[in-house]
């Protein structure tokens, strides 16, 4: 069949009016002629659950759907939508004949953690680089004494901490098999702790972990309640390759160690702070001028006026800078960075929630690198409403994520509504990039009409990769919903209730900062 009989047959196709005409032109066109390798790649979009369902239609389904290419990523925890595995025996098997040499990825709970388990993998699945164990809910361990292999080609290493189970003498018989890992999350349960601690517990010794990992180039510490400045100090006495380090939510990080972290780690490019509990002098007394950072987070820390201008304007440039809920970001800081040009290859800002940032120093920031920014997040200044956003989007040609308006409260009142129509069509018109888009005023500020549905078209059309749009939940968002669901782009629009937008995806290393 030449291309001339292709594109014969694909017209007939098209101009085929109803199923019968379909089936008159391809009378034996059944599914079970569909190509193997095209049967594979449909398949390869279900999660593991449906094709195991899929598995029961016939044997030539079954082959397919258990074929080891669909199971290079395997979570068995079923409360993040894995497998639940109640067999070990079974899933030995499984390592060994579906797993095998093509598993990349794995998640495991405490109760999957076990010698034989590990064992298997180590055996039966050379080619495995990334791999989570879960100990967050753990109330006792398995025996290790028998502990004798581990996978050894890690490239990431995710352990999520319990409050009260010490790792040391699981982690004493791994440490030999950890020198390959460039990418490591110790994961806390500062989410799941109450405000008032009694006890606090180190669970995990980081001394020992630094001795055996000198590759690593990625290190994410979120929200361990123990983690202090020593800590940092030990990492970084070996850890010399360090490019991204993400303390997020560790309170008990002050900066002491951040002198030592800078001089000792000079391919430091991102480093994550938020809601930490750094301190003015700290932060002061780091050498940032000789640092490579260009990647800063600071939200929801306390830093003063003055450390702010000290620490930014002695940095060579920015590339992300988030500083939301800084109450002491000011007019004259934005105005130094600027004019210094610390902002010229800027590509994403966070300065939502700060009080003491102008209208019109906003505004001529945005004027003038508004152009290259692919992320902003401006939220939480009620001031900021229609006429400025209007007057402002047309700088955003470049964006990609944005996230604006107020969501309306006790301490921040909006007297004015906002027309959102404009502000949309404003959106459609400049921004052909844009990928996330939340609006946060709420149906009590957001004022739209019968004629809504045509600025909804508009956007839906001319940004085509909009893959997020979050709105507060009311009848605007259901209007904006049914749009995008006429169009078969079902999850498109979500509610600020169950969703939150962020810039960290503009992160240069943001793949390997994910965690679940």
């Avoid at 309640?225 to 990492?235: A, K, N, Q, S, V």
């Amino acid at each position: 069949m030449d291309i001339y009989d292709v594109a014969q047959d694909a017209t007939q196709i098209a101009t085929a009016t109803n199923k019968s005409d379909f089936w008159y032109i391809y009378p034996s066109l059944t599914i079970h002629k569909i190509p193997d390798k095209l049967l594979l790649h449909i398949f390869s979009f279900l999660k593991h659950q449906e094709l195991g369902k899929v598995a029961r239609v016939c044997k030539k389904w079954r082959l397919l759907a258990y074929d080891p290419r669909l199971w290079t990523s395997v979570s068995l925890r079923p409360e993040y939508g894995g497998l639940h595995v109640q067999n070990l025996d079974a899933l030995m098997t499984l390592i060994g004949i579906r797993f095998g040499s093509t598993l990349k990825y794995i998640e495991l709970p405490c109760e999957l953690i076990t010698s034989p388990i590990l064992h298997e993998l180590a055996n039966k699945c050379p080619n495995l680089a990334y791999m989570t164990l879960d100990f967050a809910n753990a109330m006792q361990l398995h025996d290790f004494n028998d502990l004798n292999a581990f996978p050894c080609n890690l490239r990431s290493l995710c352990i999520c901490l319990s409050e009260v189970i010490f790792l040391e003498g699981f982690m004493r018989r791994i440490y030999s098999c950890l020198s390959s890992l460039e990418v490591l999350h110790l994961i806390g349960t500062f989410e799941m702790s109450m405000e008032a601690e009694e006890d606090i517990y180190e669970v995990i010794n980081i001394g020992k972990i630094k001795a055996h990992t000198p590759n690593l180039r990625i290190v994410n510490m979120y929200g361990i309640t123990f983690i202090d400045d020593t800590h940092i100090e030990l990492l970084t006495s070996n850890c010399i390759h360090i490019e991204t380090l993400a303390l997020n939510f560790c309170l008990r990080v002050k900066g002491s160690s951040f002198k030592s972290l800078v001089q000792r780690c000079k391919k430091l490019k991102t480093l994550l702070l938020q809601h930490t509990g750094v301190e003015d002098q700290h932060m002061i007394a780091v050498p940032w001028e000789t640092s490579i950072i260009s990647e800063l987070d600071l939200t929801s820390t306390e830093l003063s006026t003055e450390c702010l201008e000290n620490i930014l304007l002695r940095m060579p440039g920015f590339t992300y800078l988030a500083l939301g809920y800084c109450e002491f970001f000011s007019d004259r800081i934005l105005d130094q960075l600027s004019q210094k040009g610390k902002f010229n290859k800027l590509r994403a800002l966070d300065i939502s929630h700060t009080h003491a940032l102008s209208e019109n120093a906003i505004y001529q920031f945005l004027q003038s690198h508004g152009h290259h920014l692919t992320g902003l997040m401006l939220c939480g200044k009620p001031k900021l409403t229609e006429n400025f956003w209007l007057n402002v989007i047309g700088f955003l040609t470049s964006i990609r994520v944005c996230v604006l308006g107020t969501a309306n409260g006790w301490f921040l009142r909006i007297q004015s509504k906002v027309h959102i129509d404009q502000v949309i069509e404003g959106f459609a018109q400049n921004c052909s990039r844009l990928e996330r888009l939340e609006i946060q005023w709420d149906p009590d500020t957001i004022r739209f009409s019968d004629k809504s549905n045509k600025f909804v078209d508009h956007i839906r059309l001319r940004c085509p990769y909009l893959k997020s749009f979050t709105l507060s939940d009311g009848e605007y968002y259901e209007m904006v919903k049914s749009n995008f669901e006429r169009a078969d782009r079902l999850k498109v629009v979500r509610t600020t209730t169950n969703y939150c937008t962020s810039i960290v995806c503009l992160l240069h290393c943001y793949k390997d900062l994910l965690f679940n």
